[in-house]
């Protein structure tokens, strides 16, 4: 194989009980140390990262560092590691490695800091891991996002600890039956020799094999060698989903110590201090046992979580002034068109600039300009924000649901006062994150009412407060003006909008063949906290981009499927799975008389995505009926969790474009519970169908995010097929009131 | 699901050590108010020894703030919000989706009438979408609108 999945230092070490544990170290002595400074390499290797333990019982558990919020990582980890290391699938298990600051992701941390040195020659390979080990844990990347655990830990880190494992157990066996390695096969987590007749189970020589040399580059599998890899494998984490006994973050419980509950609530304008609270009527309320206020929240401490709930409902609290008290979304449009008005042609920040996109309109037979607006989105994840936090003797432990364990450590360090060392954070299940669970607010939060109380508290948010005191993804507004010339061939494409979060290249045209490119950002502030919401800026960038393309596909009386395809034609990837997808729907086939169909096409987090959407109107308003759906995401390596992957970004991507508006009034969100912020359900949801494409086996795409961005556009391109209505604002509903 | 912009992972890596020494701690509580510690018997308020207004306020937090606000900025809830409701039209708050058994009873909020409606809502309002809410201590529904009453411009 090539360079491209060699990552990382491994070491061996022996648990107590004779486990066989491989990892990720860092080597002793690497320059990268001595510039760090004090990162502990004692003598001999360090173990850094641990990812595989084979017991004595023959038990093989792939320690993962990703945290399972319903997105199938932990499975598609564990199998990629199991290939590697022919385990038998029926004895492989999984844990979530704990938050010590040992089990850090560098390929995370490679992927988002460094992207150039993925390519780094051969010979400075061990230095660069190195460094980038030391990166991840100086800046707690033990990250669960990006759509990046299969792509950067399974390809470079799960295969190749499987694989070196693997080798090891062989090599054991070889010196013990005194024959050649060659000869010893290993297969289903069992050795054998044939000649000899001598087998035995992987545990047996679990203890002996970590004695054996560790190579460094252990060759992987071919594709045509993979044997649970590819496979549809079921998931590991359901059965415990669906017999109730999966902890979730809710569920936690402090061993051996009664819990008591906090509801909160924090000043409705984000800034706003709790100047002063009124909590007569609280204080004499079944349950309560404290009320406090934290200065930027208010919290009710009772028995039972209804009852500090209720109690913290009759409390009137007065917050100080701040610059958005008055502030709501028409002001805040009317910010973001004057940016926008200012940066006009060619102003604002440029993001890419090919050839001369002003002149080239300049010149064009047919222009065409729009502008689009999306509201504010919030995560809405169906379990509420919640933590549970004992502080005692200077030590903070939580029990939560986070995508970041390391960085919530660090927060809650800095917010108590103590050392990282003296948190400990217990990772479970996540009943939903969609980005929600990068921050943490919450985790500090418990933390910081634990404290004052002494005694373990767990604090959930209600729903109310979830809505009301997220991470948004942005509003904004996107202002497009392109020219075609008399055959309906795009001349040049100018585009401008406000808001950047994340990932960079979002707002990118390049993959369509277009000869003049200007697309620039007009910044504009904004004072609600914003975040990652599932596919950050593809969100809403899907949504512009791939409505005027097809604005501009009937501006020059084409096609909208064969106008995409044209524009393809140097991007064979993107061609052939838009291809894939028109012949899945059926495209051009008549359809009755109110149903129409929209097409779209996004890639993003490495993996690109089409989807067509069939539309009917139903009382006037529209009904997504069907969703056709073909991506192309390199390799992909559980089939089934890719298809839920895709299916569960349609569905929430359909949340988001038909119903999700988070609205301001006096500079406070107005929308609360599901009454005012609506999801799609179980009566909506559309038949999906996916299907992939394998092009490239090297380089990987992600699951989780990428089925989301394409589905706003192809669903607003079907109403506008359907009823000749083009939707420029999102969210869709609010036009069929 | 993107981890946090880029700059935050530069940034830490590369002045992570200078940053660490002049962190920021999150202040204590400005106010703590302990009513009682945990296992400690809980404190009885019999209703009818407080100031009514006081215990409607505990009541309606209880059996009614769930779905209805008090304020008159509040964002919309299952119920229409209840500030001002003495004396005001039944179905009157613009822009609640009111059953329409709600918008024909023809009502007028009185105190009295109140009460009839949380002691039983399909028995004063037959088909209403108040689905929830009834109060069977006659105690506790009067001082719920002794606490209504409050609710209003003129305070």
Same mark, same amino acid.
């Given at each position: 194989m090539n360079k491209w999945t060699r990552r990382g230092f491994i070491g061996a070490g022996v648990l107590t009980g004779g486990a066989l544990v491989v990892g990720v170290a860092v080597r002793p002595g690497n320059p990268v140390d001595k510039l760090r400074g004090d990162v502990a390499s004692g003598p001999g290797e360090e173990l850094v990262n641990a990812w595989v333990k084979i017991d004595h019982d023959n038990t093989v558990t792939a320690i993962v560092p990703h945290c399972e919020m319903g997105q199938g990582a932990h499975t598609a980890l564990a199998q990629m590691l199991a290939d590697e290391l022919d385990a038998d699938w029926a004895k492989v298990a999984v844990m979530q490695a704990p938050a010590n600051g040992f089990y850090v992701v560098p390929d995370t941390a490679r992927e988002f800091v460094a992207?150039?040195?993925?390519? =780094?020659?051969n010979w400075i390979e061990p230095t660069y891991n190195g460094l980038f080990t030391q990166v991840a844990r100086l800046a707690d990347v033990m990250i669960t996002g990006g759509s990046s655990s299969v792509r950067t830990t399974g390809q470079h880190t799960m295969r190749m600890a499987g694989a070196a494992a693997r080798h090891m157990l062989v090599a054991a066996a070889a010196r013990k039956w005194g024959v050649p390695e060659g000869e010893v096969v290993a297969e289903n987590s069992l050795l054998s020799h044939k000649a000899s007749g001598k087998s035995a189970t992987y545990g047996e020589f679990a203890e002996a094999a970590s004695h054996e040399h560790m190579p460094q580059t252990p060759p992987l599998k071919d594709v045509s060698q993979f044997k649970l890899m590819g496979k549809g494998l079921k998931r590991l984490d359901i059965p415990a989903k669906v017999d109730g006994s999966a902890k979730f973050g809710l569920d936690a419980a402090v061993p051996g110590e009664a819990l008591r509950y906090a509801a909160v609530k924090a000043a409705p304008v984000p800034g706003a201090k709790v100047e002063a609270i009124n909590a007569e009527a609280a204080r004499t309320m079944p349950g309560v046992l404290q009320i406090l206020n934290m200065g930027d929240f208010v919290a009710v401490v009772a028995d039972g979580y209804w009852q500090a709930q209720q109690a913290l409902n009759t409390i009137e609290a007065s917050y100080s002034k701040t610059d958005g008290d008055l502030l709501d979304s028409a002001m805040l449009r009317a910010r973001f068109a004057k940016a926008l008005d200012a940066a006009g042609d060619a102003g604002g920040k440029s993001l890419a600039r090919r050839g001369d996109a002003v002149g080239a309109l300049k010149g064009a037979a047919k222009k065409v300009t729009a502008e689009y607006q999306v509201p504010f989105v919030a995560? =809405? =994840? @169906?379990?509420?924000m919640n933590c549970t936090a004992r502080v005692a003797g200077g030590k903070c432990e939580v029990w939560t649901s986070t995508q970041v364990p390391l960085m919530a450590r660090s927060a809650i360090a800095k917010a108590l006062g103590i050392g990282a060392e003296d948190v400990t954070v217990n990772q479970l299940y996540l009943g939903? =994150?969609?980005?929600?669970?990068?921050?943490?607010d919450y985790p500090v939060q418990a933390a910081r009412i634990a404290k004052a109380t002494g005694y373990p508290v767990k604090m959930i948010w209600s729903r109310e407060e979830d809505t009301r005191q997220d991470f948004y993804r942005p509003a904004d507004t996107s202002r497009f003006s392109a020219g075609l010339d008399a055959g309906g061939k795009v001349l040049g494409w100018n585009n401008v909008f406000t808001q950047l979060n994340d990932p960079p290249g979002s707002w990118d045209v390049a993959h369509y063949d277009i000869p003049a490119v200007s697309i620039r950002r007009a910044e504009a502030d904004m004072h609600l906290r914003f975040g990652s919401l599932r596919s950050v800026d593809h969100s809403q960038q899907g949504f512009f981009i791939e409505s005027f393309v097809d604005e501009l596909a009937h501006a020059a009386g084409q096609d909208p499927f064969e106008f995409r395809r044209s524009l393809l034609a140097k991007s064979p990837r993107h061609k052939a799975v838009l291809e894939k997808v028109a012949r899945m729907a059926g495209w051009g086939s008549p359809l009755p008389k109110g149903t129409a169909r929209g097409i779209a096409i996004v890639k993003s987090f490495g993996t690109i995505v089409a989807e067509v959407a069939q539309v009917s109107m139903q009382d006037g308003r529209p009904s997504v009926d069907k969703v056709w759906c073909c991506a192309d995401?390199?390799?992909? @390596?559980?089939p089934d969790g890719f298809a839920a992957q895709m299916e569960g970004g349609i569905i929430y991507g359909l949340t988001t474009a038909l119903y999700s508006g988070i609205t301001l009034k006096n500079g406070a969100v107005e929308q609360a519970n599901f009454d005012t912020y609506p999801m799609v359900r179980m009566d909506e949801a559309p038949d999906i169908e996916v299907a992939f494409i394998n092009a490239d086996t090297r380089e990987l795409g992600g699951a989780g995010?990428?089925?989301?961005?394409?589905i706003a556009p192809a669903v607003c391109n079907a109403i506008f097929a359907a009823t000749g209505l083009r939707i420029r604002e999102l969210p869709v509903m609010s036009h069929f009131a | 699901m993107s981890p946090p912009p880029l700059r935050g992972l530069v940034l830490a890596a590369t002045v992570a050590l200078p940053l660490a020494g002049c962190a920021k701690k999150a202040p204590d509580p400005i106010e703590q108010i302990v009513v009682r510690k945990p296992g400690d018997p809980p404190v009885v308020v019999p209703l009818a020894s407080t100031d009514p207004v006081a215990a409607g306020k505990r009541a309606f937090a209880a059996s009614c703030s769930a779905c209805h606000a008090a304020s008159a900025d509040a964002a919309k809830g299952v119920?229409?919000?209840?500030?001002?409701?003495?004396g005001r039209k039944a179905a009157s708050v613009p822009g609640f989706a009111y059953s329409a058994a709600m918008k024909g009873s023809g009502l007028t909020w009185s105190g009295p009438e109140i009460e009839a409606l949380i002691a039983n809502p399909q028995g004063i309002v037959p088909g209403t979408s108040m689905n929830a809410g009834a109060v069977s201590d006659a105690n506790a529904r009067h001082a719920i609108v002794q606490y209504l009453k409050t609710l209003g411009p003129k305070g």
């Open positions: 992207k150039w040195s993925v390519d =780094a020659p995560h =809405a =994840a @169906m379990e509420p939903g =994150a969609f980005g929600r669970r990068l921050e943490s995401a390199g390799y992909v @390596m559980n995010e990428p089925g989301l961005p394409p | 119920g229409p919000a209840l500030y001002g409701v003495i």
